[in-house]
Nanobody, 124 residues
Framework: QVQLVESGGGLVQAGDSLRLSCAYS???????MAWFRQAPGKARELVAA????????DHADSVKGRFTISREGAKNMLYLQMNALKPEDTAVYYC??????????????????WGQGTQVTVSS
């Protein structure tokens, strides 16, 4: 089991930036990882994902050009840099990990470990 702890959420204005962090631990630290988010009354959705090693990266169309996922393997840290935030980015953001180092699909069920979430609120 991988333990995940998110931090960095908060209340910001439209156009501002935030960086979310996820500290992860576990015997096997070379996981494919991702950020998901869930807005009130909506289903949880993938924001961005990153594999271990060769660094395959994907971002949802809604955040491309504004958000960037990255990781520091030596520190067991995952990040989500969020720029040009919009009110529609308001959600609880979750860090998640797969049991393998490279992802083939990015369905919620592919991720066996989840953090508790961090709230991001963007005011207009």
């Amino acid at each position: 089991q991988v333990q995940l702890v998110e931090s960095g959420g908060g209340l910001v204005q439209a156009g501002d930036s935030l960086r979310l962090s996820c500290a992860y631990s576990g015997r096997f630290s070379k996981h494919a990882m991702a950020w998901f988010r869930q807005a009130p009354g909506k289903a949880r959705e993938l924001v961005a994902a990153i594999s271990w090693g060769i660094g395959r990266i994907d971002h949802a169309d809604s955040v491309k050009g504004r958000f960037t996922i990255s990781r520091e393997g030596a520190k067991n840290m995952l990040y989500l840099q969020m720029n040009a935030l919009k009110p529609e980015d308001t959600a609880v953001y979750y860090c998640a990990a797969q049991s393998r180092d490279y992802y083939y699909t990015l369905l919620e069920g592919d991720f066996g470990s989840w953090g508790q979430g961090t709230q991001v609120t963007v005011s207009s």
